[in-house]
RNA sequence: GCCAACGUAGCACAGCGGUAGUGCAGCUGAUUCGUAAUCAGCAGGUCAUGGGUUCGAAUCCCAUCGUUGGCUCCA
């Protein structure tokens, strides 16, 4: 359901890349999501960094060939942050050959080769490939540069072919370019990946070369220097450092477990989330974390999305296979031919019958159907909506393991869920006010570099991959449009990513290493609940089905925890610090502790997660080790204060704010807990 | 799942055919101090796991598991 669009905003979130191949111009042409961001286009130059990444491309391009003649290329872009160019080469490419290949690259951009533009003819095009002679040091007698062909088969007929050259080098490709291979001031190769033609598993798979390049040197250290930066607040590590969760190979990958001071951080979200939600009128349940496979044979779960829910426990299943192994045990030990003909037949009649009678149970991927069984388990009636059900439960999605990602990609994940059933007419305040809670959550974060994306249907689909409900559709799809418009919020629409069951919008946003992940969605479901026979009784005394809406406006603790660590740099505000405070005595006599102890029992009896460091430390140690941790508050207390019933306060990243009264500090500690303050 | 790289003490890393190392953290002492690290000692490892090559393997080869970067996927 992945459009090629979408794949590309994956790979470099912040600007869709400026694919300026034809190709890619091709695909972009036909996309449904091309009107999802900006774009490179005939109006749309590409900016000069693009131009120099783009001609980069070229040169490393001309590098492999000087190196591996027989490399067939594909498509070379610059992208976000810099430039890849896709490669068949029998000879595996590592990072060990980098130095080789820069080397080559160098030669190039001090040669000074100027990037001339060629234009020729379709049949002109299609002879040079055939001999070889596209992306290619020259003519290739015996192995036409395949991939061009094929792309020069693809470009439009009203659509002029154009050439570049530098030095020996002639690629097919619509340009532009800088005017001098020189004028690529720095450039350095990052690493290789693998990739499949047009990114189809049935093409032949490519390596795809990834560099980066500047205008001169100064401008490429910078880049890896905000790199180092940047990985300094990778979730992953700062989550290792900070004690917050870990994962362990006995437990099983993509299983994430959260130590004392990560699940600290929990509590804090599900505190939030509980106040909002009971404050917006909604209602707590519980499910449990699996259910049989009748349930998501109605929700349609399976088969559609068994591959993605962990394999199923069969009770039944199990009692009739260890039946046969017992019988198949005594069969080989058989002499008499009737009893093993005897055996046989029961064998087999056990085997038929275990596929009725398996008791097959899944691990729950999703609370929709749980929800929806607690809906249908009462009479509802119109005054009961809207019926706003809300659970933090626990879902386990098999993920692919090559795309689990630190707690962004896991496979247990704890989610921020609520079904809010509803009439028509009730239908836009409800997703409206679904909305306004995202707004008002992000606030409380922080949170500013987002987009929301409304994924529509596609009416050609509708019967396939979208319930065929036309009038529905575009009743709802309009609801949604105006609930964004409304709230002057700014989104972008995406035909042919709803969800089976109706319109969505989802919450985008990048992890530091630049990923693009889904922090929350809003979904709107006109299916499901007919499937599962839902029904309230009208006014009129008759039976309709009610509308749901789906929402995880925090999305799962996983990766909404993984995204905040991100997001503060480890720095939580007080009121989601994992340790909001810090006594620390300047020694360890008696008095001094005593005094820490008390502040530290004060505070945690108004529900302060308080700490006392009472170790023989000096105090500049003590400090450093809590500034480590990212302590929130230190209260650093020596006689001075005791004399005076004082605390000298210290808050992580401020320095020493000085002494203060011990009341009046644990106040406003506690105001700032209270009032969630950033 | 696919391609590639990487797995050495809790963490960060060195060693890359010849008896496992450093720093921090930990533990035990001493130190009793005013805002980012006091000193000393001790302890900690089947070098991911399993096989192979070799007189000898952390080191070379193969497989498995895990992690990472991409690809594919993402209800």
């Given at each position: 359901m992945v459009t090629p669009a979408r794949r590309r905003m994956l790979a470099v979130p912040f600007f869709p890349s400026f694919m300026s191949d034809h190709a890619d111009e091709k695909n972009a042409a036909e996309d449904p999501a091309a009107a999802e961001g900006p774009r490179h286009t005939e109006g749309k130059p590409m900016t000069d960094l693009e131009r120099i990444r783009h001609s980069a491309a070229h040169i490393l391009a001309t590098a492999i060939l000087r190196v591996w003649p027989e490399a067939q290329f594909a498509a070379g872009p610059p992208v976000e942050n810099g430039f890849y160019y896709d490669v068949e080469l029998p000879h595996r490419i590592s990072p060990a050959d980098f130095e080789r290949i820069e080397a080559e690259m160098k030669k190039e951009t001090k040669a000074n080769n100027v990037f001339q533009r060629v234009e020729v003819s379709r049949d002109e095009a299609m002879a040079l490939a055939e001999k070889g002679a596209l992306a290619s040091l020259g003519e290739r007698p015996g192995s036409p540069s395949k991939f061009k062909l094929d792309i020069v088969q693809n470009i439009p007929a009203d659509e002029k072919i154009t050439l570049y050259r530098n030095g020996d080098f002639t690629d097919l490709c619509a340009g532009p370019h800088v005017?001098?291979?020189?004028?690529?001031g720095a450039f350095k190769l990052t690493h290789v990946s693998s990739t499949y033609y047009k990114g189809d598993e049935k093409n032949p798979q490519l390596q795809r070369i990834y560099g980066t390049a500047f205008k001169n040197r100064t401008q490429l250290d910078e880049y890896f220097a905000m790199l180092e930066e940047s990985k300094k607040r990778d979730h992953r590590k700062l989550g290792k450092e900070l004690e917050l969760f870990t994962f362990d190979e006995d437990v099983g990958p993509g299983l994430a477990m959260w130590l004392p001071r990560g699940t600290a951080i929990i509590e804090e979200l599900e505190k939030l989330a509980k106040e909002t939600e009971f404050a917006a009128g909604y209602e707590r349940v519980r499910t449990p974390n699996l259910a049989r496979e009748n349930m998501y044979l109605t929700s349609g779960?399976?088969?559609?999305?068994a591959d993605s829910m962990f394999p199923p426990m069969d009770f039944g299943k199990r009692e009739a296979d260890d039946r046969i192994k017992e019988l198949e045990s005594q069969l080989y030990g058989t002499q008499p031919p009737g009893q093993s003909v005897r055996l046989q037949t029961e064998i087999e009649e056990l085997r038929k019958a275990s596929a009725v009678t398996s008791d097959r149970y899944y691990l729950k991927a999703m609370n929709c159907p749980h929800h929806h069984k607690l809906f249908g388990a009462v009479p509802r009636?119109?005054?009961?909506?809207p019926l706003r059900l809300a659970e933090y439960g626990t879902c386990h999605r098999y993920e692919q393991s090559g795309e689990?990602?630190?707690?962004?990609?896991?496979r247990s994940m704890q989610m921020n869920d609520a079904h809010i059933y509803c009439t028509e007419a009730q239908f836009e305040a409800e997703f409206n006010a679904v909305n306004e809670m995202y707004l008002k959550y992000f606030k409380i974060f922080g949170i500013e570099k987002y987009r929301m994306r409304f994924s529509t249907h596609d009416p050609s689909k509708l019967g396939e991959i979208f319930l065929n409900e036309p009038e529905l559709w575009k009743k709802t799809e309009d609801m949604v449009r105006n609930v964004l418009i409304k709230s002057d919020i700014d989104y972008i629409e995406v035909p042919n990513e709803a969800a089976f069951y109706g319109p969505k919008i989802d919450v985008q946003v990048w992890s530091i290493i630049g990923r693009e992940f889904t922090l929350a969605t809003n979904q709107v479901d006109f299916g499901v609940p007919a499937k599962f026979g839902l029904k309230y009784k009208t006014r009129e005394n008759t039976e309709e089905t009610p509308l749901c809406i789906h929402r995880a406006p925090l999305g799962t603790h996983e990766r909404f925890i993984g995204f905040l660590i991100e997001h503060y740099a480890g720095n939580f505000p007080l009121w989601l610090s994992p340790e909001q405070v810090r006594v620390l005595p300047i020694g360890d006599e008696e008095p001094l502790v005593d005094y820490g102890k008390a502040i530290v029992n004060e505070l945690r009896a108004s529900g302060v997660r308080a700490t006392l460091d009472a170790g023989t430390d000096p105090i500049k140690a003590k400090i450093a080790s809590a500034e480590q941790m990212k302590v929130h508050t230190m209260l650093v207390v020596g006689n001075r204060d005791l004399e005076a019933g004082n605390v000298s306060v210290r808050v992580h990243g401020k320095g020493n704010l000085g002494a203060k009264p011990r009341g009046e500090v644990i106040a406003d500690l506690l105001a700032s807990i209270k009032e969630r303050r950033a």
């Open positions: 005017g001098r291979t020189g004028n690529v779960h399976i088969p559609m999305y009636s119109y005054r009961d909506l689990l990602f630190g707690l962004m990609r896991v």
